[in-house]
């Protein structure tokens, strides 16, 4: 089972921009890996995913202005945030598989 540690999230005002981590405890190359998010009073839901080849998909929401990227040497998944705004309100989880972290709260103020 692979243990997921996310960290980056904060306080932001609008237009500004975050970079979200996330940290395997063991090797991710073999798998695909996503980012979803769960805002107040909403079901949680995808943002992007990154696939074992590199490929990525994002939600329609925050394409453009997302980017997701893996460093697989170092274990670790990326969210680079841009442009954000007060609707990306929410706490972002990183997954693989069944493995979901623990959350990071983003919080952008308008």
């Known amino acids: 089972q692979v243990q997921l540690v996310e960290s980056g999230g904060g306080l932001v005002q609008a237009g500004g921009s975050l970079r979200l981590s996330c940290v395997a405890s063991g090797r991710i190359f ?10 107040p009073g909403k079901e ?13 998909v994002y939600a329609d929401s925050v394409k453009g202005r997302f980017t997701i990227s893996r460093d697989d040497a170092n274990n670790t998944l990326y ?21 979901w972290g623990q959350g990071t709260q983003v919080t952008v103020s308008s």
């Open 30 to 39: 073999n798998y695909a890996l996503g980012w979803y998010r769960q805002a």
């Open 44 to 56: 949680r839901e995808f943002v992007a995913t990154n696939s074992r080849s590199g490929g990525t």
């Open 79 to 99: 969210l680079q945030m841009n442009s954000l705004k007060p609707e990306d309100t929410a706490i972002y989880y990183c997954r693989t598989g069944v493995n």
